[in-house]
Structure formats: C-alpha cells, structure tokens
T-cell receptor
Framework: ETGVTQSPTHLIKTRGQQVTLRCSSQ?????VSWYQQALGQGPQFIFQ???????GRGNFPPRFSGLQFPNYSSELNVNALELDDSALYLC????????????FGQGTRLTVV | SQKIEQNSEALNIQEGKTATLTCNYT??????LQWYRQDPGRGPVFLLL?????KEKRKERLKVTFDTTLKQSLFHITASQPADSATYLC????????????FGSGTRLQVQP
C-alpha cells in the first residue's frame, strides 16, 4: 500500500451537479497531482499542487478546480458535471527533490448519469 | 502532435517466458521515463524510473531500456509468473519543474500458467 488514501471510493452523480473528491497524501509528501482515467485509457494529468499553490495544469476546463491544505491533503472539485466526466479519478503524491515517482491512491470511481 | 504509444493489444505469454512491452513516443524530449503496473480498479504502482542519460535499469526480474534516438523504451519481465498479469503503463516526465506524468494507454499482460 502507498499510504495515499482517497474518498469516496465510488460515487454516482447527476449531470449538472457538483462533486468534491478527497485525497490524503503519503506522510512527508509535499506535492499532490490529480489524474483522470477513462476506461481503457491511461491516466490524464489534471493539475498539480505544491505547497498549497497550483503548479501546473493539463488540458481540463476551469470547472475542474482543486485545493491543497497545510497538511498536504487535497481536494478535487468538479462543477457542472457532464456525462464524459465519468472516470476513475486518481490522486498521486510525491516529494519534490526526491525523484519523480508518484504514489497513487486507489482512486474514486465517478459515474455521472 | 505529441504521442505516447503502447501496444493496445493484450500480450499473452506462457509462465516462465520473458515478456517484452514497448513504449514509443513522438515529439517529446523526456527527462525521465517511468513504468507503472495497474491492476483492475486500483491505482498505478510505480515500478522503475530511467533517466534520459541511462540506457538500462534493472530491478529483480524487471529490466527497462531507454533509447532516446529511437524514442523508445522496452520493459522486460523475465521468468514471468501468473501474478505478473496486469496492465503496464509507461509515463514520461518532460518538464522536470512541474513533473507531471504523461501516460500511454497501457498494455495488458496475461501470463498463462
């Protein structure tokens, strides 16, 4: 186990609703990244937070937003949910300055109906 | 356009044989390349990292090669076991500042007993 925990594990939402996903980073890690993984695809980078600031963003619209807290835990918020937002959302933590390998949580499976 | 390609067809091999998975990329200059294992419904698990100035890396039964001229990485599992059955993802790190991972779509490996 990586020590990265995500909640909830599964979630069903209706189109147009808003959702908040949570991630608790591995102890000692100061960087958290969020990825979206559609079925049969590799994870796609959404954004990264380092010391509570957004530190890079992938090709996702502004309705995807995030937060990192002083204890390095993190949230991913998605507004105005669309059917295509149905995916596995993965949180990955790492420690800047110690290499680039990422430690992933088990993911949150979001289904939008 | 930038692309990372992994063989989308599943690779089926007999137990004890060597599995070789391929990752090709175009229009990237990656500083690092990583390989992850992903089991169904779980987050990816880091396996190996190789830097642009390294040709080969080994860890137990795993070996990774990195050819920046061919823009290709090969991932080998020797003496494969049914427990090695999973999807294997390659990921590039192009921006060492941001360190976001760009993933291929993965190759599913099935090791038959």
């Amino acid at each position: 186990e990586t020590g990265v925990t995500q909640s909830p594990t599964h979630l069903i939402k209706t189109r147009g609703q808003q959702v908040t996903l949570r991630c608790s980073s591995q102890s000692g890690h100061n960087t958290v990244s969020w990825y979206q993984q559609a079925l049969g695809q590799g994870p796609q980078f959404i954004f990264q937070y380092y010391r509570e600031e957004e530190n890079g963003r992938g090709n996702f619209p502004p309705r995807f937003s995030g937060l990192q807290f002083p204890n390095y835990s993190s949230e991913l918020n998605v507004n105005a949910l669309e059917l295509d937002d149905s995916a596995l959302y993965l949180c990955a933590s790492s420690f800047r300055g110690q290499g680039t390998e990422a430690f992933f949580g088990q993911g949150t499976r979001l289904t939008v109906v | 356009s930038q692309k990372i390609e992994q063989n989308s067809e599943a690779l089926n091999i007999q137990e004890g044989k060597t599995a070789t998975l391929t990752c090709n990329y175009t229009n990237y200059s990656p500083a690092y390349l990583q390989w992850y294992r992903q089991d169904p419904g779980r987050g990816p698990v880091f396996l190996l990292l190789i830097r642009e100035n390294e040709k080969e890396k080994r860890k137990e039964r795993l070996k990774v090669t990195f050819d920046t001229t061919l823009k290709q990485s090969l991932f080998h599992i020797t003496a494969s076991q049914p427990a090695d059955s999973a999807t294997y993802l390659c990921a590039l790190v192009a921006d060492t500042g941001r360190r976001a991972l760009t993933f291929g779509s993965g190759t599913r490996l099935q090791v038959q007993p």
